[in-house]
């Protein structure tokens, strides 16, 4: 796999370079990611995509929405595309039943997921929490993707990412 200047292997090779939940969802899945060790100050998408010389499209961000509805707080992960921003206050929105959705507190996506900020991941999230996937993450050949640290990145086929037990892929970018 080529993307950018990076030396991807397997990510089952490298658990090293995996926060420990992405190891666990990753073990059954290890053949169809791969995984690359970057520098840790450089893992916010745009610094990232400079100097790895990986395009915006074909990066995807993880984004962690808390969804309110009548006192209940439920959690959901949405994968848009570097190029896109996601309609939270919309399709989001309407897709979760929420009367309120709006990024989580991100003291709060780190503590649920155990993953680091700036790493965050839908391979190892809490198994109740849905899998949103933009249609165009979904039909990417290939897309970078955080591994639960900031010190590497992962990179699978944007089809694998509907596979995911609790995926659904809707369009959901602005």
């Not at 090779?13 to 995996?18: A, K």
């Not at 969804?67 to 309407?94: F, Q």
């Amino acid at each position: 796999m080529m993307l950018g200047t990076l030396d991807w292997v397997s990510a089952g090779e490298r658990n090293d370079l995996l926060a420990a939940p992405v190891a666990r969802a990753v073990a059954d899945m290890a053949d169809e990611v791969a995984v690359a060790p970057i520098d840790p100050a450089l893992a916010d998408t745009a610094a990232f995509c400079e100097r790895y010389g990986v395009a915006l499209e074909e990066s995807a961000n993880c984004v962690i929405v808390a969804a309110k509805r009548g006192g209940e707080t439920r959690y959901a992960a949405v994968m848009v595309l570097a190029t896109m921003r996601a309609d939270v206050n919309g399709v989001i929105r309407r897709h979760l039943d929420a009367r309120k959705t709006s990024f989580a507190p991100q003291q709060d996506a780190v503590a649920m997921s155990g993953m680091e900020f700036g790493g965050i991941t839908p391979l190892g999230l809490p198994e109740d929490w849905p899998v949103l996937v933009d249609s165009e993450v979904a039909r990417q050949p290939y897309v970078v993707i955080g591994s639960g640290i900031r010190g590497s990145k992962l990179a699978l086929a944007g089809e694998a990412l509907t596979r995911l037990k609790t995926a659904e892929v809707l369009p959901l970018a602005q």
